[in-house]
């Protein structure tokens, strides 16, 4: 839900704003570094309302058709410096001295809020799925298939099947918080009346036929509507259906800052992981005699970099062509992971790397990584730039040396279950925290 405030009205909202800062400044102070704020007065910010306080959710409340405010910025780290306590310093604090005394908040920005806002998800989020027949010509697209997903893309058929077995799922659209559109790119991809080609028709028509035959898209515009894709394909195939691009909820795997069709914070980033079953194997970290591996084709200008810097190495294992050993082992024998950047962010690596309990290295410049809104990347991993590929050897050792690396191995075993699928999904597996991704993205303004 949204707002766009003059900036004559802005000092109208200034209550308002008061009340939900708390938020507010969260997301100003992860936006400021992120935004490209387009056609907009210098001077004047957007910020896109994802999560507002409770507060906010008031009946009187104006209908608010746009998906974001504009403010004075200035007039915002005014207030954020100088007249409140923001709640962004109040966690940065909190968060430090939690550090110290209890070593699980160590993976999260702020566990306790986290927990408590977790069980509040659980207990009321509800999702409408748009309901089609078993017999309906294209079921394999809209319904959850049968077989065990496989392959790269399998978060995508994983969270649908287990959305339709949840208890968030709910008959009654009255009470839904989100409308889910079911159709999955990877089956659309594979389909021979629709293939790669016929996808962004397939889903303009999709749209369409809803908000003919349903009220709930046109009222909101698609604001509480959200789709989960995997494969790249999806970040085209919504070029024909403009609305789902600019106000829908889109849960991809490929979430990057840079392309035009993925809008941070208002889009979430879902995990791609290599579906495999039981319990993680273990290796301890003395074990792991490797510094850093990484394998894959030579499909973009940073694994070339990457590749030809470190190609001689004895401690950094770079590889292009086929693995002596399995890549299992290669996980298992390694301190740190590598996944860079192919052709899109995101690869199943950094699943792989956790799996194996494998400190990641992420070289993909701009990947907004899943679930970094909750969970804290710098504490389990090494996020770098592209640019760092020359000193990352130094980077690597220095983090070693400096006895850092116990403590971020530690934390890839916390943060494990996080990036699991189960058949039936278990708290805080996957499927839980991209439920909750949604829940921070839900409209609070129900318009009825
Ligand atoms: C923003 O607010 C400042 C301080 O009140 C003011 O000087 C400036 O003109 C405003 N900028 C815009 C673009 O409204
Ligand atoms: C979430 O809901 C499920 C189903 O009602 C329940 O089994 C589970 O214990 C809940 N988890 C938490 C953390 O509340
Ligand atoms: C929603 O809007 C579209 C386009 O304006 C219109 O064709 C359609 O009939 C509307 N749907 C409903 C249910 O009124
Ligand atoms: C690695 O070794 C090969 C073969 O000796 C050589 O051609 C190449 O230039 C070396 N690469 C680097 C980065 O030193």
């Known amino acids: 839900m949204a707002v766009v405030i003059s900036k004559r009205r802005g000092l109208f909202f200034l209550p308002i704003l008061l009340s939900f800062t708390s938020s507010l400044f969260l997301f100003l102070f992860m936006i400021s570094s992120t935004s490209k704020p387009d056609i907009l007065q210098p001077g004047l910010t957007r910020i896109h309302v994802i999560n507002p306080l409770p507060e906010f ?3 009187s409340s104006p209908v608010m058709p746009k998906q974001s405010i504009v403010v004075n910025r200035s007039l915002v780290l005014d207030l954020q410096t100088t007249q409140l306590p923001s709640r962004t310093t109040q966690l940065a ?39 089609h ?36 799922l709910t008959n009654d659209p009255s009470e839904a918080d989100l409308f889910y559109l079911p159709f999955s790119i990877a089956s659309l991809r594979h389909d021979k009346r629709v293939g790669v080609g016929g996808i962004k028709d397939f889903v303009a028509n999709y749209v369409d ?28 195939a919504m070029e024909k259906a403009v609305g ?98 192919g052709f899109e962010v995101n690869t199943a690596r950094i699943g792989d790397a956790l799996y194996y309990g494998c400190v990641p290295v992420v070289l993909a410049d701009y990947y907004d990584l899943p679930y970094s809104d909750v969970i804290n990347w710098n504490r389990f991993s090494v996020v770098l730039s592209a640019a760092d590929i020359p000193m990352l050897k130094k980077i690597l050792e220095g983090i070693v040396n400096r006895g850092e690396y116990l403590r971020m191995q530690r934390n890839v ?11 039936l999904p278990l708290d805080f597996d996957a499927f839980y925290m991209v439920m909750y991704e949604l829940w921070l993205r839900r409209s609070h303004v129900r318009i009825t």
């Open 133 to 168: 027949d078993k017999d309906d010509p294209f079921a394999n697209v809209l319904l959850p298939v049968n077989s065990e997903p496989t392959g790269n893309y399998a978060s995508e058929s994983y969270f649908k099947n287990a959305l339709f077995e949840s208890h968030f």
């Open 413 to 423: 075993m916390r943060v494990q279950k996080h990036f699991q699928w189960h058949d």
């Open 244 to 341: 789902v691009k600019l106000n829908a909820i889109q849960v991809v795997c490929s979430s990057s800052y840079f392309l035009s069709g993925y809008v941070a914070h208002k889009d979430a980033s879902i995990p791609q992981i290599w579906p495999r079953k039981g319990v993680p194997p273990t290796r301890s970290p003395s074990q792991r005699k490797t510094l850093a591996f990484y394998a894959g084709a030579m499909n973009s200008r940073v694994r070339k970099d990457l590749v030809k810097t470190w190609e001689n190495d004895s401690d950094i294992s770079v590889h292009y062509s086929r693995l002596q050993t399995p890549y299992s082992e290669a996980l298992l024998g390694s301190k740190f992971c590598i996944h860079a950047k």
């Open 57 to 59: 959710s008031t009946t």
């Open 93 to 131: 604090s909190t968060a430090e001295t939690k550090v110290e005394t209890n070593d699980d908040d160590d993976i999260f920005h702020d566990r306790s809020f986290f927990t408590k806002d977790y069980k509040q998800m659980n207990k009321t989020l509800k999702i409408y799925a748009y309901p």
């Open 209 to 236: 036929e809803i908000s003919r035959s349903y009220p709930f898209w046109n009222r909101s515009g698609g604001a509480d509507h959200f789709y989960v894709a995997c494969h790249s394909v999806g970040r085209t």
